[in-house]
């Protein structure tokens, strides 16, 4: 499974962006797309989550603010970011979940900045 994800940039706060998660490969093996996010000096944090089945999980801290949804065959996953505000800054990774492989699979980071 490859994963290529795009949509990342700078933004003022209160703006908007829209990251995309495109998977390739394998993808009938892939029980779930999730966003996650590492900010400078922090952990990765799982921001958002859909299964195949439609059923979306979120962090609180973006409750009410992003929306992600992907398609029956997982083969894109959106996450709509709306109300950014700096603490959003960090890079956002997509990984797909796989029950026969440990960590699943990670694409590349795309970097979201978001000034005050």
């Known amino acids: 499974v490859q994963l290529q994800a795009s949509g990342g940039g700078l933004v003022q706060t209160g703006g908007s962006l829209r990251l995309s998660c495109a998977a390739s490969?394998?993808?009938?093996?892939?029980?779930?797309i999730a966003w996650h996010r590492q900010a400078p000096g922090k952990q990765r944090e799982l921001v958002a989550r859909v299964s195949r089945r439609g059923t979306t999980n979120y962090a609180e801290s973006v409750k009410g603010r992003f929306t992600i949804s992907g398609d029956n065959a997982m083969r894109t996953v959106i996450l709509q970011m709306n109300s950014l505000q700096p603490e959003d800054t960090a890079v956002y990774y997509c990984?797909?979940?796989?029950?026969?492989?440990?960590?699943?699979?990670w694409g590349k980071g795309t970097q979201v900045t978001v000034s005050s």
């Open positions: 990984n797909a979940e796989d029950l026969s492989v440990v960590e699943g699979y």
């Open positions: 490969g394998s993808i009938f093996s892939i029980n779930a």
